[in-house]
């Protein structure tokens, strides 16, 4: 097996690693080097051929495709060597790596590491719905994989399942397939494409295509015996059902980091983000381990995967020059309604967070919401945030960091509803 | 008396490929991806089946047809993810064997 020796090895070609290749690159590091096992380079929004990319960090509308290949050409120029097909087979904490690809088996020894694999959608096994294992049934990625790649068609009525911000990608490959939507489900009392990307939502969903979005509504059950030939819809309010043919069901959204990798290497894991527990440098319980991007919580934007690419980025390069060696860590513990709050952990000597700010989802629909940051019952920290929705991105400010006492305590985060207060 | 049992010399024994982490898959052998650089070529991600493994299931003594054919032989597709990283690729490489359309394989007229 022979060996490579590299500053900086990167797992993932997608927008948060190569954005941190670029980054390693402008702080004068030597040898960076992306690894991605597709054989591509770009990551998951090579398959999402619709506008709505890089206005953000690029400030330009981008397609998907048009995004990956901007970030990958730009890399390429930044000097930052990309491997595609090649596949991290186990990884140790020590950072040293097998990897398989068609040139074979090679052992890469990196000083630090940086994990950016991404997340998948929950598919329809482990959403426990009840019918046969029949064709038909695809979640996002496979059906933009399907319709993108191969040009051909899934069907002619479809459902999908879920009404957030992924599900609009759905519909728009569902209409390139000349696919009807029958219904949009979603098991929240109303859908969860809010703020800035409602107008989508409202051209798309309601004007173009005209969907009925069912709210409360979860399929019971699948029937069918080679092919989907209908679905049984249950409401949750009523326990009513109700079946609705159609030959193709969509699974949206309800994201899994990609965390094989992570867990492998035996870093902490955050059971609420089920990502690995990173702290305000985007390090792991391991030295010279990083984590970035999708595969920290499940799918935020593009943009802000790059930012914490980049950022994550800086941090590898204060650790390879020796500063900010040992670090004192305080975790934040976010009660419920929040459902994670992402970075999960404090850093005292590095007090900010990518892109000057965290991101925290809900699991409940939280009218008049406010949230506060406290530690050892003095509050750090108030926002009102209005009506808040699951599945949705709310960003918190990082300014309060300044504030933290050292006294190891953990933060608390706090939503507090309207009505209750 | 009776039939006497004799090994027959043309007899082939169908060798099922492994399947199973307790053996060596080709992913993790030198040897077999040197010998063949499509088993170094992953496709399903999260079982691990290479291109080689699809195609030596394609063209096995009895060969898979169908989706649920090539799943029960490679386990590709049976993994955590269920086909969100692999599932087209699949579809491709059974569609092309087949000489079908990728939409007749899962069961799409038109």
Redesign the interface.
Known sequence: ?NRIQTQVLIVGAGPAGLAAGMQLKRLGVGKVLVVD???EAGGMLRFCHHWGFGVFDLHRLLTGPGYARDYVKRALRHGVEIRT?T?V?ALAGDRQCVV??????QEIQAQAVLLATGC??R????RLIAGH?L??I??T??LQ??VH??H?????RAIVVGAELVSMSALLTLSKAHCKVEAILTDQPCHQVRGLYWPAKLFLADLRLRNPILTNSVVHRIIGR??VEAVEIRNTKTGTLRTVPC?TVVFTGDWIP?H?LARGAGVDMNSRTQGPVVDTQLATSHAGLYAAGNLLRGAETSDRAAAEGAFAAQAMHRNLRGVLAASQRIPILPEAPIQWISPDAITLEARQTPGGRFCFRVQTICKQAKIKAMQNGEVLYERRYGFCVPNQPYYLSDHWLAKIKTDKSPIQIRLSCGEQN | MGVVLRPKPEFKLVHMPPVSEAQIRP??S?AA??AN??Y???IC?CE?VSLGEIRDALHASIPAVT??GLRRRTRCLQG??????C???V??LL?EELGE???H????E?
Not at chain 2, 105 to 108: D, E, H, K, T
Request: proline content about 7%.
């Open positions: 097996m096992r597709e054989p097909q596949t087979i398989s690809s068609p040139a074979g088996l998948r959608e598919p329809r096994a482990a294992r064709s038909g695809f979640t990625g496979s994989d399907f790649m191969l051909s068609p899934v069907g002619k080679q092919r030959d990609d094989e | 992913f993790q030198e991806i040197a650089r499509e170094g070529q992953i991600h691990r989706l649920d955590r993810c269920q086909g969100f990283h599932h087209a690729d579809i491709r569609a359309k990728p939409s394989v899962i069961g799409c038109g």
